[in-house]
């Protein structure tokens, strides 16, 4: 109940925002996946959540700010800007803890890669199987279901990169160990 409460009164802080030309110039931007990538992982690498900008990203579609391409490849962004916490946390660490760390950026940098391409199908496969508003319209339809299809699109993207990715977990052990080679000194 929390959660929705905040996500409320982010909903309400960023009212204004729909008026302000600077900021509908850069979210209109957002479109284009590879500046919509780059922002979300760096303002989750900022702030050090995954979780915080996905919330965001669906306020902000729920106030009609940004589009659902918008809002997938923003959560694109956030799956790599986490990983800039398990590099930091693997700083000074042993060999192991920056092997751990590397797969994890690997993992999210190969997830994000297979589904830059198809971010139109994504985009047009959840909304087919996301509740529809059609008695809506314009930024008010988007509004009430845009929010949904971006989470139900990151949901999918990483239940289907872990699937993908499961039977792949020995090769990438292995060019994970050669990328970051445990020294003799540590063995």
């Known amino acids: 109940g929390l959660i929705f409460f905040g996500m409320g009164l982010m909903g309400d802080a960023m009212d204004p925002l729909r008026s ?15 500046l919509g990538i780059f922002v979300g992982a760096l303002f989750t690498a900022l702030v050090q959540s995954s979780s915080a900008t996905t919330a965001i990203v669906i306020t902000m579609a729920g106030q009609g700010l940004i589009s659902l391409e918008a809002g997938i490849a923003l959560a694109f962004g956030a799956n790599i800007g986490t990983c800039v916490t398990a590099q930091l946390a693997a700083l000074g660490k042993s060999r192991e803890a920056l092997q751990a760390a590397m797969v994890h950026l690997l993992f999210n940098v190969a997830g994000v890669l297979v589904w830059l391409p198809f971010i139109g199908l994504l985009a047009g496969w959840v909304s087919g199987v996301s509740p529809s508003h059609p008695e809506l319209e314009g930024s008010a339809r988007l509004a009430a279901e845009v929010p949904r299809q971006i989470a139900n699109a990151h949901t999918l993207v990483n239940i289907v990169n872990t699937l993908l990715f499961i039977g792949f977990t020995g090769q990438l052990a292995r060019l994970v160990q050669r990328l970051v080679p445990v020294r003799a000194e540590e063995e």
Do not use: A, V
């Open 20 to 34: 302000y030309d600077p900021f509908l110039q850069l979210m209109s931007q957002m479109d284009r996946p590879l």
